[in-house]
């Protein structure tokens, strides 16, 4: 199983990057599948979730209104929209998956099983 991020870059603040998440191995079907990210010295955090199967959504409120986690089922593949970003969204940013998530854990980093090497978002003031 294998969740293979990208997309990151370096890119000006008020400006745009859309990150992809693919899987190898593994179905999203029935998962919830959501993206966190981590700065220097910082813990990993939680951006965003949502069921595969679509219902349930969640952000991070700092990124409310910002950022928008879609899929595209024909390709297996998750995405987050990254819109009006700031210095601050800067941070190696995560894939994951998990099985059986409640709506209330989305934000547990603990809770999800499957996660993707990371890639760089770098937002330049």
């Known amino acids: 199983v294998q969740l293979q991020a990208s997309g990151g870059g370096l890119v000006q603040a008020g400006g745009s990057l859309r990150l992809s998440c693919v899987a190898s191995?593994?179905?999203?079907?029935?998962?919830?599948v959501g993206w966190f990210r981590q700065a220097p010295g910082k813990e990993r955090e939680f951006v965003a979730a949502r069921r595969w199967s679509g219902g349930s959504t969640r952000y991070e409120d700092s990124v409310e209104g910002r950022f928008t986690i879609s899929k595209d089922s024909a390709k297996n593949t998750l995405y987050l929209q990254m819109n009006s970003l700031k210095p601050e969204d800067t941070a190696v940013y995560y894939c994951?998956?998990?099985?059986?998530?409640?709506?209330?854990?989305?934000?547990?980093?603990?809770?999800?099983?499957?996660w993707g090497q990371g890639t760089q978002v770098t937002v330049s003031s």
């Open positions: 994951a998956a998990s099985r059986g998530l409640i709506f209330s854990d989305f934000d547990n980093r603990q809770r999800y099983n499957y």
């Open positions: 191995g593994l179905t999203f079907n029935s998962l919830a």
